[in-house]
């Protein structure tokens, strides 16, 4: 294929470069909040070989101060202004400042520590901190504590210059209780012990960014394991003696595989000095990147023999995510935090890639599909969707920048780019660019420029429309047919946010497959979709066909259109991903009001659990069941169908080909059990720990059905609330289900005191906790009181965001508004954007990506009329 539009190479370069990545000046900054562009731009101008030498004594008492001390280092190449160090925290926390030996007076402003050009010098300078480190990301618990620094809260621990493109190295001492462990960035030196205390010291780490610098340092138990030659550490609180004998290897296998592939695929050995990781109860993420100490969210490493299929999928993935990133992000890393997503993309490119090796038995075109379309849609089909590729002025607004669009459109926009380039070459660009600014940073228009090279699509074009800009198209078709044959099938398509026609500039250049269906076969044609009417040309001269399927290949970007004729037909269809693309579709149609109801789609699902036998498919289906019992069926109308849709989903469970089919539906019984018969039995289970046959429950499952009954009102509820809780073995399950026992509350006074202790940011530092506890306060058994916390949970948005880590406002926001579809919470979200009209775009984007489905809702049970 030829380049349709060639122009010369500098053209290409200048029309990409923005504002915050190209761009570079000398002048001297102003003093403001946060890390401008400008003063970014600035500093790394003048300022290079940087380094750290940061020393914490870390108290056993989670609430008393924590004293430190720091050395900084760097060359300056001209003191021609003061020199602005980031700090955000009190000025009473900077105890001394020392600059090439001179103590100079605590000059701190607006979040910034000013040094004085007077005391600085061309060259080599030195400056020295003692300092009370800042709590906000510390992460502090009864036995033990984590830094979390991403995007820019390293200056809320320490004063640093943060930005991802000032990389340095960092030497850290830790003096911390004698029983604790600790790891870092680095590997360890030497340990002191003094009395009850102990200092580790650790060498110096290799060059990183500051979001990447990191310790743990606790009560952890370590495991050390040497896998292909490399030795790793695992560091984990786990105390369940199955979840450990079951996960322990696997989870050393599967970083062993990531890193194998992925040193083949970028043909660069793995680049850092050490490979360690720690499993953290209830981490804010699934995990963070940190070179030689990756986090994770210990549930999600640690799965005992009743794990699903896919939950252990995606424990490959996530491992292979955060591997990835070793690479994508840490080797090379964005030059400003509006190309985050480069970073995010190429982690979850790559990871879909590695589980080809790790669960080779499931479809990776499958995987693929179901792990990024969905989540995807569900924020690029709102009124707020942002570009993949945003626009950044500050670091401190970097948090609001991150969401399904960059961890889930993005890979799907590398695929459809892969696709255009062809398999080889891309993988020969990235390595091109791996290469050539290791240990370094890059912007996406360094990456663009190599891939540019390397074919001959025009990828500015390209870029524009699938980078530049959010939202998704919306196709159509014209079939003409003559005497039974095709003459000609044309596919039109459109931008879905304005609802007319695509110009010639806005057109999603992409592929895809169509399906035509005869009374043997469903036969699929290609379709390469690069106008805005583009022809179908392998479909002209077949025979007309008893119906067409759009996007069988599951590849195409978009909502397509519903032939009616398919419905009944789509669980007879070999291909898993015709049947799961289908199911996609069939749902953003209902939500867009075309072709299919939600009754409709309600009774098809169902009847689909009974005919899909691939587990991640069932788990699409049973999540757009729930989604669309809860939200898009009117109250009476679920009345009138819970008990047959309950007796419906019971008897698929009962015959689901395995175990974890099996648990999944079960799992969809307990989320939509509403009718008294359907609570006894999910009671009798929970009492007697006797689970349906073939169906296993964890200690965590039996936790989740304790929170079931306890939503449902059942009788009983205290009394299975402090039963659970003696249940629960590990001391960090037990303070958590202790921490959800007011929100599970059937006493609304109870509920409402709860609500109000959430207005204060020390009561929402376990953003996890805090997340499935909105959630229980917004069921919707108990909206009818909830509701009154909607125009507050908004009001607090911006205080979460500032306090909170950068999932937490969306996190907050689907616990509170998931499950809403009355006018009345519509009205409220609409009353607090029209009193808030210059509310921060961002968080604003937020809000309407979270209550889109509200007011989709809130429109279609107007035209839902009874069973």
Known sequence: MTKRSLRPAVLFVSSLLWYGCASTTDTPPVVETGVSLKLAN????????????????????????????????????????????????????????????????????????????????????????????????????????????????????????DQPNLKASYQLSLTMPGQWQALSNGPLANSVISGERKTFNFMPSDTISTYLFAFAAGKFQKVTRTVDGRTMRLFHRETD??????????????????????????????????????????????GMEHVGAIQYRASSLFL??????????????????????????????????????????????????????TFPDTGSDLKFLLAHYPAAYAVDRTPGANPVRQQLDNLKDAGSMYGAIIYHKAPIVMKQLEMLMGKQEFQRGLQQYLSEFAFSNATWTDLINILDQLTDEDLLAWNKVWVEEPF?????????????????????????????????????????????????????????????????????????????VFNTSGEGYGVFPIDSAMLPYIGTWN?????????????????????????????LNTALLSQETEELSVRQLTSQLSATYW????????????????????????????????????????????????????????????????????????????ATLSLLSHPKSVEIQQQQLTRINNGDRKKRWEFLLPALSSDTATRNTFFETLKLAENREKESWVST???????????????????????????????????????????????????????????????????????????????????????????????
Not at 581 to 591: D, G, K, Q, T, V
Request: hydrophobic share 40%.
């Open 42 to 161: 600035y500093r790394k101008t003048v300022i290079s070989a940087l380094g750290y030498q940061l020393s914490f004594n870390i108290p056993e008492g989670k609430s008393e101060h924590i004293p430190a001390s720091e050395v900084i280092t760097f060359n300056l190449s001209k003191n021609d202004a003061d020199l602005q160090i980031d700090f955000k925290e009190d000025s009473d926390h900077i105890l001394e400042v020392v600059v090439n030996s001179t103590t100079i007076p605590v000059d701190h402003r607006e979040e910034h520590i000013i040094v004085p050009k007077s005391v600085l010098r061309p060259g080599s300078n030195s400056i020295k901190i003692t300092f009370v480190a800042g709590n906000l990301s510390l992460n502090r618990n009864d036995e033990y504590l984590y830094t979390l620094l991403v995007p820019d809260r390293a200056r809320t621990v320490f004063p640093c210059f």
């Open 304 to 357: 005992d023999k009743t794990a699903t299929q896919s939950r252990k999928i995606g424990r490959a993935n996530l491992i292979a995510h955060e591997t990835a990133h070793m690479w994508f992000g840490d080797l090379v890393t964005m030059d400003w935090f509006n190309d985050v997503w480069m970073k995010e993309v190429f982690a979850n490119f790559m990871a879909d890639k590695v589980s080809e090796v």
């Open 472 to 548: 998704r198209p919306v196709f159509s078709y014209d079939m003409k047919t003559n005497e039974g044959l095709i003459t000609a099938l044309t596919i039109s398509q459109k931008e879905e946010k304005t609802n007319t026609p695509s110009s010639s500039d806005k057109v999603w250049s992409q592929y895809f497959k169509v399906g035509l269906s005869y009374s043997d076969s469903l036969i699929q044609v290609p379709a390469l979709n690069y106008r805005a009417v583009a022809d179908v040309s392998q479909a002209t001269g077949r025979p007309k066909p008893n119906y067409i």
């Open 241 to 286: 003696e199955e979840k450990i004998s079951e996960s322990i290897d696997t989870i050393f296998y599967l970083h062993g595989k990531a890193l194998d592939f992925l040193e083949e695929y970028t043909a660069i050995p793995y680049p850092f000095k050490k490979f360690d990781f720690v499993a953290i109860p209830d981490f804010q993420y699934g």
């Open 631 to 706: 939200q898009f069926i009117t109250p009476s109308n679920r009345k009138l169908i819970s008990q047959s849709l309950e007796s419906d989903v019971w008897t698929a469970m009962e015959q689901a080909p395995s175990a974890s089919i099996k648990k999944m539906l079960f799992g969809t019984f307990q989320e939509i059990a509403t009718s008294e018969k359907a609570i006894e039995k999910l009671y009798s289970i929970w009492k007697s720990e006797a689970p349906p046959k073939e169906v296993r429950l964890s200690e965590d499952d039996y936790t989740g059905l304790a």
């Open 773 to 867: 506890a909105v959630s229980y306060l917004h069921h919707p058994e108990r909206q009818h009181v909830s509701i009154g916390y909607l125009k507050e949970s908004l009001e607090l948005l911006s205080d979460i965001q500032a306090t909170g880590d950068i999932f937490f406002p969306t996190a907050w926001l689907s616990a509170t508004f998931g499950a809403y579809q009355s006018d009345e919470a519509a009205s409220i979200v609409n009353t607090f954007l029209l009193a808030h009209p210059n509310y921060p775009m961002k968080l604003k984007g937020k809000i309407l990506q979270a209550t889109d489905d509200l007011k989709r809702a809130s429109r279609l049970l107007k035209s839902q009329s009874n069973l």
């Open 575 to 603: 291909d898993p991903v015709a049947r799961a693309s289908a199911y996609i579709n069939n749902y953003e149609n209902m939500l867009n009001g075309d072709g299919i109801t939600p009754t409709e789609l309600l009774a």
